[in-house]
């Protein structure tokens, strides 16, 4: 209730985007992580065509977010948010009415595509729409879409006793009723005019090169990296430990649901708290280090066997528990005030394009920091070294902490206030010092 009343001190709407960013992550969840399950043993596809689909996915939409974040841009974040919504649409759709290798690769790209449009398009409008209390509506967007990753699991296990292609047409249907809902609610707002001569393919271009030319912000989406792949371990390292300390495969579970629960109660406290103590790229730089330091407690029990007794395995998950609710802590400190920073490097006419930038680099981390935890995790259980994921993890949060600390040491992080506006295409001011 608290939250809700919060969320109507904002227009409507942000009021709108935080409805709808629940709705996706519930339409999302109830469906994708039973997708491998459905495409192996339903189908009998073998793992490296289920590792295809699955990686088109995620290619067509880590790999077109600056396509998604430039036509935010241009053509108006509301427009491109209801197109891939009823892209997504499609595709679930797609999944639910096929089997063939062609429908599900065609799906795979829609419902990945769908993603790399609306993600930007979402944080350039709340953006827009929020003012000067970026990371108060930052911080209740991620309420609302942690609420929805938790409600989507359990509808889709639900679901799935009627089979995968109901939870598939349930989830198609849930993102058709947002499409309408966004065509009827979310206000539409003109898109910024583009710079005199920089209209068309060639001025998106020019944007391009102006983006991806800001060395101070691609040093800061950078050393955010190990932010992201840190909190992309709670899909992986995290629950295989809760799996080891308990030999329950349901303990996983109970780290995502200790940690949704954290996040519903002290998201908007924290970040209304850290707000008036001090600069926020303090906060930015705490968070990583908080982050960093969550996989200390789960080294407790890395070399321990599997318990049979119930009260040793439940005693051998709290330090996993705790190991989550910190790795949760440290996001909810930081996360907020990096999505107020990201417009805040570039004209207003560039939010989402900065935007799109910056989610293609942490898909990236993401998907390479998964890569090297795996390995690690092969190589400690090899060597007799199970500690060493944990510890490549906690490198990951020390480093991210090291590299926002010496951006902000040298001046290199702008004012969350100080987008600049739309005049020339390749004006940029000297950052000032985000506070």
Not at 143 to 148: E, H, R
Not at 184 to 213: C, I, M, S, T
Not at 314 to 322: K, N, R
Request: hydrophobic share 55%; proline share 6%; glycine share 12%.
């Amino acid at each position: 209730m608290r939250v809700w009343r919060e969320t109507r001190g904002f227009p409507v709407a942000v009021r709108v985007l935080l409805v709808n960013q629940f709705g996706v992550n519930t339409g999302f969840y109830l469906l994708i992580p039973y997708l491998a399950t459905h495409l192996g043993q339903d189908l009998g596809l073998s793992a490296a065509v289920v590792g295809t689909v699955l990686g088109v996915r995620n290619l067509s939409q880590q790999g077109l977010f600056l396509v998604g974040g430039t036509a935010a841009d241009r053509l108006g974040p509301r427009t491109v948010i209801i197109a891939g919504c009823a892209l997504r649409t499609v595709g679930f759709g797609l999944f639910a009415m096929g089997d063939g290798m062609a429908v599900l690769l065609a799906a795979s790209a829609l419902s990945g595509f769908a993603g790399a449009l609306f993600n930007p398009a979402v944080r350039t409008y709340l953006a827009r729409e929020a003012g000067e209390r970026k990371a108060e509506a930052f911080a209740l967007f991620q309420v609302f879409a942690t609420a929805g990753s938790l409600a989507g699991p359990v509808l889709g296990t639900a679901l799935l006793l009627a089979g995968f292609r109901t939870s598939a047409l349930v989830a198609a249907g849930l993102f058709l009723l947002l499409t309408v809902a966004q065509a009827l609610a979310l206000p539409a707002r003109p898109a910024p005019e583009p710079p005199p001569g920089a209209e068309g393919l060639r001025g998106v271009f020019g944007d391009w090169r102006e983006v991806l030319g800001d060395r101070a912000f691609l040093g800061f989406a950078l050393a955010m990296v190990g932010m992201f792949a840190m909190e992309n371990q709670l899909y992986l390292l995290f629950p295989a430990a809760a799996r080891q300390a308990t030999g329950w495969d349901g303990a996983a579970g109970l780290v995502f649901l200790t940690g949704t629960i954290a996040s519903l109660t002290f998201q908007l406290r924290l970040t209304r708290a850290l707000q008036g103590r001090g600069e926020r790229a303090r906060w930015i730089a705490a968070g990583p280090a908080v982050m960093g330091l969550a996989f200390l407690p789960p080294l407790l029990i890395a070399w321990a066997d599997t318990p049979e007794d119930p009260a040793r395995a439940a005693l051998g998950l709290l330090p996993v528990l705790l190991g989550a609710v910190l790795l949760y802590a440290g996001l909810m400190a930081a996360q907020p005030f990096v999505m107020e920073l990201v417009p805040a490097y570039g004209r207003e006419g560039l939010t989402g394009t900065y935007f799109g930038v910056f989610y293609a680099v942490s898909g990236i981390a993401a998907a390479g920091g998964n890569a090297l935890v795996g390995w690690a995790m092969d190589a400690g259980a090899a060597r007799g070294a199970p500690w060493l994921p944990w510890v490549c993890c906690l490198c990951f949060g020390l480093l991210t902490a090291a590299g926002i600390t010496l951006l902000r040491r040298r001046g290199a992080m702008p004012s969350p206030a100080s987008a600049k506006p739309t005049t020339s295409a390749h004006a940029r001011p000297t950052p000032k010092t985000f506070k």
